[in-house]
């Protein structure tokens, strides 16, 4: 699967599993879960999780 993103995403695009950055850096799928596992948790260990997901910005 191929895949070029527009607006906000312009010059980000899919290429089979992995996602490539503007700069040609490749992650995959399992990578980006790791990535967002370790921001909840650090959000977690800083009181901050449930802002994000009442979508009250943290500041």
Request: glycine share 10%; hydrophobic share 40%; no cysteine.
């Amino acid at each position: 699967m191929n895949f070029d993103f527009e607006n906000e995403w312009y010059g980000w695009r899919l290429r089979g599993r992995h996602l490539v950055s503007a700069d040609g850096q490749r992650m995959t799928i399992e990578r980006l879960r790791g990535l967002m596992w370790r921001d909840q948790m650090e959000l977690r260990l800083a009181g901050l999780a449930d802002y994000r997901y009442r979508g009250i910005a943290a500041s």
